[in-house]
Structure formats: C-alpha cells, structure tokens
C-alpha cells in the first residue's frame, strides 16, 4: 500500500510537470466548478484531475481541473472544483489536495464557498467576507497519525484566516464600493437544507453565514503552515422563522439559488483580481 506521503508527492510531481514554462505561483485559489472566472485571469494550462494519481474525484469533481492562471503579473494556481465531504469521501482526500499545494509551493490560499446566510442584515447575492469558523461537521482532518513533515500535531487556530489577507481584501471591496459583511463560517455536513430550529441554533451560536466545504481545508491549510483566506458568495436566505413562511417548491429555490449565485459572482468579479494582486 502506498503512504499518504507517497501520494501527494506523486500527485504533486504530476500537476509540476505540467507547469507553463516559467510559471511560478504562491497563491492558490479554489472554487466550486460552478463559479466562473473572470476573463482578465488567463489560463496558461490545465491538467484534470482525473490524469492525476491519487486523485480522488466524485460525481461533483470528476470534471474538475487544476489551473495554470496568471493574473497581471501574477502566476497562481486554481482548483476548478472541489470535493464535498457530504459526497462520501473521507476528510483525508479533502486534505491531500491541500498538502499538494504545500509541495507545489503554495504559501497563502483563497477560498471561495457557495454559503447561506444567517443574519437577517445579509442579502443574498452579496460577499460573506469569513474572518472565522466553527467545525459542526463532527470529523477532522488531522484525525489519525500526524505526518510531522507536513505539520504539527496540534496546530493553533487563532488565525485560521489569516487576519493580514482578511484586511488587504476588506480594503479592496471599500475601494469598490461594495457592501463589506465580515462574517463567521459555520461548516456542516450537508447536503440537505436546514431546519428551522437548526438555523436559530447556528444563529445564537455566533455564526453568519453556513456552508460545506472550506472547514476541512482551513484546517488542514493551517496544518501546513499555508495562509488562508476565504470568500462566500451568499445564495440561499436562512433566517429563522422567516423559513418557515416560505411556499417556494423546490425547483423555485434552485431557480432562486442560481440567480443569486450569478449575482454573487457579478459581485466577485469586480474585485477578485484586485484581490490576487493585493494579497
């Protein structure tokens, strides 16, 4: 059997081999395949991840790619696509492709997550700007043997987004003049919707906005010593009480959920750039 060190050295050989010549990249970004880039990040080259050792894909990723972007004058890497725990793969696959990063040279990451908003003073088809996070997902990745070569047993979380980015983004949407919500993430299994009960729970728990995807990669970043920032675009409204007034049939929502998401993204593009350049 083939070690979890073994495999991300193989799959990291893999994605370097395929470097554009005299690309060379800091930054990661990851998003969901449903998020469009914007035009003025160019792609150099892509490999997908299902040419990739020990990349495990789902129904949700089997499509995904890794990304050869420059931006400006910035080289950066992209996850077009993201595996969801709630797909049944283990948090050790969600962590592999985040210690990839770390061997490819990654030091700062930025995170963008499809979210759900808690407080009653967020829109849907705004940025949710994460300074934060509470775990309810009820697993971990560094669950199991620490690999020291990737980093410490028990790694302190008290700038788990890493508040130097978190600042430089803030200032990018002041300069454009768009709506700051500065927001704790809530992660949860998914995928089923939310009840009632649970979204006042998660609200008088302190959190903001909720979603399925950034906690084990936050942590996991943390573990490997990588910054990280994070971005939700907000699509869905979950305010206690006000759910329970709601008589949308199922595909109403999900008409309404991909409006909001293109209007999120609208939103992100305006300043995602600025945001690679800054950070």
Do not use: W
Not at 23 to 51: C, G, H, Q, W
């Amino acid at each position: 059997m083939i070690d979890f060190i073994s495999k991300i050295k193989g799959s990291a050989g893999v994605i370097k081999s395929m470097f554009p010549g005299k690309f060379k990249a800091d930054l990661a970004l990851i998003k969901n395949r449903t998020m469009p880039l914007p035009k003025e990040i160019k792609v150099l080259n892509e490999v997908k991840y299902s040419d990739i050792p020990h990349f495990e894909i789902t129904q949700g990723s089997k499509t995904g790619s890794v990304l050869f972007c420059r931006s400006g004058n910035r080289d950066l890497i992209v996850y077009d696509g993201r595996l969801h725990y709630y797909d049944g793969v283990s948090m050790r696959s969600i962590a592999h492709k985040i210690y990839v990063l770390k061997l490819l040279g990654i030091k700062k990451i930025l995170a963008l997550d499809e979210v759900g908003h808690l407080d009653p003073r967020i829109n849907c088809g705004e940025l949710a700007m994460i300074y934060d996070h509470i775990n309810l997902m009820g697993d971990n990745p560094l669950i199991g043997k620490n690999e020291d070569s990737l980093g410490v047993r028990f790694p302190d979380m008290s700038n788990a987004y890493d508040k130097t980015l978190f600042s430089k983004m803030i200032s990018v949407l002041t300069d454009s003049k768009i709506r700051v919500n500065e927001c704790v993430y809530l992660g949860i299994t998914g995928p089923n919707s939310e009840t009632d009960a649970e979204a006042r729970f998660y609200r008088e728990a302190g959190c903001d906005v909720l979603g399925y995807s950034i906690v084990p990669e936050n942590i996991t970043a943390v573990h490997a010593k990588i910054k990280y920032a994070a971005i939700g675009l907000i699509t869905r409204e979950l305010v206690a009480d006000k759910m329970m007034e709601g008589t949308k049939s199922d595909k109403e929502l999900e008409a309404q959920r991909l409006k909001n998401l293109a209007k999120s993204s609208a939103e992100l593009s305006k300043v995602l750039q600025g945001i690679i350049k800054i950070i």
